[in-house]
Structure formats: structure tokens, C-alpha cells
């Protein structure tokens, strides 16, 4: 059983930058992939960013150049940055961590954590 604690939400003017941060229980990253999805009030859950095993980033369309996934494998975190916020990046944010042997998937997430872009 893997265990995700995000930290780091909170209230932002547009324009301005948050970092969330997701710690997971153990040392998990070399076989798990560890993405950040987002949902707002009404909407489905959305992927925002995921960084892989081998460190492959992808991003979604909408976050390209404001938003930056990365990893530090010796404090077990997961981090996005999040930079040049809009008031449609409001949402809960979500760490989440995956692996598949087939036919298996391990899926784990967070509980999640509240950002708001506003004025």
C-alpha cells in the first residue's frame, strides 16, 4: 500500500506561483509512475503533468511552459511548480502514483489539496 500527502495549495493572485509538493510512503519512484491530476468544481479529473520512472515529463496542453513536474527521490516527493496562474487553475489538485504489471494496475492518490486563482 503506497500512501501520498500532498502540501503546498492555497489562495494566489493570477499571475502569481505556487509549488505543491506530494510526499509518498517509501521509496517507490523507480517503479511508479507519479502524475498530477486537477479537478474543478463541475468538471471531470484531469491530467496536469506526470514524470515517469526514467524521469519523462509530459504535460497537458494547457499547462506547457507555466507548470514544471519534477522529482527528488532521496525525500520520496514529487513536486509541481506551478507559475503564471490563471483563474481556470482553480481546483483540487491530486498527486497520484501508478504502476502496471500486467494485467495489474496499482493506482494510488492523495487526498488532495485546494488551489484557488484569484483576485
Known amino acids: 500500500q503506497v500512501q501520498l500527502v500532498e502540501s503546498g495549495g492555497g489562495l494566489v493572485q493570477p499571475g502569481g506561483s505556487l509549488r505543491l509538493s506530494c510526499t509518498a510512503s517509501g521509496s517507490i519512484f523507480s517503479r511508479y509512475a507519479m502524475g498530477w491530476y486537477r479537478q474543478a468544481p463541475g468538471k471531470q479529473r484531469e491530467l496536469v503533468a506526470v514524470i515517469t520512472s526514467g524521469s519523462t515529463t509530459t504535460y497537458a496542453d494547457s499547462v506547457k511552459g507555466r507548470f514544471t513536474i519534477s522529482k527528488d527521490n532521496a525525500k520520496n516527493t514529487v513536486y509541481l511548480q506551478m507559475n503564471s496562474l490563471k483563474p481556470e487553475d482553480t481546483a483540487v489538485y491530486y498527486c497520484?502514483?501508478?504502476?502496471?504489471?500486467?494485467?495489474?494496475?496499482?493506482?494510488?492518490w492523495g487526498q488532495g489539496t485546494q488551489v484557488t486563482v484569484s483576485s
Open positions: 497520484n502514483a501508478r504502476r502496471t504489471i500486467k494485467p495489474v494496475e496499482y493506482d494510488y
